[in-house]
């Protein structure tokens, strides 16, 4: 797969396409959350490591629509766990 290129924005990087692209750091600051969080993201199976990307460094990035994603099945789980327990 192709890296994203320059320019980066402030919290993500976009490629060729507009694609918005983040590692783990800028995700946990795009969503709020933090970077434990989204490693929990990525242990619990929401960001699959498989369909990421890798930049210059090495680093695994996922697309804006992979981040969106995970949050939305970690908040579902999480309502859905509360339901259970109440």
């Known amino acids: 797969m192709p890296h994203p290129d320059e320019p980066a924005t402030e919290d993500g990087r ?3 396409t ?3 692209w983040f590692t ?7 969503t709020g959350r933090g970077i434990q969080t989204v490693y929990s993201w990525e242990r619990r199976g929401h960001l699959r490591r498989e369909d990421a990307r890798t930049d210059e460094r ?3 990035i996922y697309s804006q629509q992979q981040i969106a994603d995970a949050e939305r099945a970690a908040r579902l789980n999480a309502a859905a766990a509360r339901r259970l327990a109440g």
Do not use: I, P, S, Y
């Not at 783990?24 to 795009?30: G, L």
């Open 18 to 20: 507009g694609q918005l």
């Open 14 to 16: 976009e490629d060729a």
């Open 24 to 30: 783990v750091r800028a995700a946990a600051a795009f």
């Open 58 to 60: 090495g680093r695994r």
